[in-house]
């Protein structure tokens, strides 16, 4: 008998098929509305997989509900929304998908950086309002990238490959991180620094550290006020590690010259959120893997993960 399998999202028809060759699915088949709680409470009842996103929560709750659970595959590199400590008392592994998505997410925080720092999004805006009379000398300017310092916090595989990007605009590099990377030093001619001397120096401040209770709210009023009044803030990584309603301060009174968000404390974020009025903010709808390449590998690479332990065999990426 096939072991039943629970995924919480439609993904492609080809990881599908895959899945069906060893297993029994069903699946939430609303591309773009999360599977509602009372479905994923009846679901996980009698399944032994599940496959799912960054947008269902998974707490000791739900999982107090799932009979036969062996597995869960987290389709993401983050995993705040499983209860680890739940899942191993009973037994379940967890897996998640890093690797596959770095480049694709340092291409997206790049690409953050510079659309903030040019502010081509306010420019497209102001030229399709018809607003646009003339060229003139100080319209629309925005703040040098190349050679400037850049601030990253958390040097794990994005940071690491947002660092390389950076080597090419010839940008000072300044890093933080729990333990420092003398290898990446070494390679990269980046510098570690304590926070607060990476947020005094830097003129771009990336975020690209794991959420967790060391990491939730670690840039709040005190650390927005260390950074330079044209500094601009990217965060890519998680939400809750910015307090919003302090960056929202800080951007209305020019303590930081503008903010780039992929990533919100509350997602998806409220239209009428204060930040959403800002004309220094570039935000974008959490997209930061979202290439079509990337996101088949970590549909695969998800996929896989589960099938192996459903067939008792060690998976390629355990967290916990």
């Known amino acids: 008998m096939k072991p039943k399998v629970y995924i919480t999202r439609k993904i492609p028809d080809e990881i599908v098929t895959k899945i069906e060759m060893e297993c029994e699915i069903r699946m ?3 591309p773009e509305i999360p599977v509602p709680r009372e479905v994923l409470e009846k679901e996980i009842a009698d399944a032994e997989g599940l496959f799912c996103l960054i947008t269902e929560t998974i707490d000791r709750e739900l999982l107090e509900k799932a009979r036969r659970l062996k597995v869960i595959s987290n389709m993401a590199v983050g995993y705040n ?7 191993k008392e009973k037994k379940i592994i967890v897996t998640n998908t890093p690797g596959v998505l770095t480049e694709t997410t340092a291409d997206l925080t790049f690409a953050l950086l510079m659309a903030t720092a040019r502010r081509l999004v306010e420019s497209s805006d102001y030229l399709r309002r018809g607003d646009w009379k003339t060229w003139s000398p100080m319209q629309l300017t925005g703040q040098d990238v190349y050679g400037a310092t850049l601030g990253i916090i958390g040097m794990g595989r994005i940071g690491t490959a ?12 300044l890093y933080h991180n729990r333990s420092r990377k003398y290898q990446i030093e070494n390679e990269l001619n ?8 990476l947020l005094k120096e830097s003129d771009f401040v990336c975020i690209m550290t794991p959420y967790s209770n060391e990491t939730k709210g670690l840039i709040s009023t005190r650390e927005l006020s260390l950074m330079k009044n044209t500094a601009i803030l990217i965060n890519t990584a998680r939400g809750g590690i910015v307090n919003e309603d302090d960056l929202y301060l800080a951007l209305k009174k020019g303590t930081i010259w503008a903010a780039g968000l992929d990533v919100y404390e509350e997602e998806p974020i409220s239209q009428d959120h204060p930040l959403l009025t800002l004309p ?3 935000t974008i709808p959490h997209i930061g893997s979202a290439s079509v390449k990337t996101r088949l590998k970590m549909a695969e690479l998800a996929a896989e993960n589960m099938m192996l332990v ?10 916990g």
């Open 280 to 282: 220094n903010v570039v």
């Open 28 to 30: 939430w088949n609303e």
């Open 310 to 319: 459903l067939k008792n065999e060690q998976p390629k990426n355990v967290v």
């Open 162 to 173: 947002l660092a390389r990007r950076a080597n090419g605009f010839d940008m000072k590099i």
């Open 81 to 87: 929304n499983i209860d680890i400590k739940a899942a």
């Open 190 to 197: 980046v510098k570690f620094a304590e926070l607060e001397t």
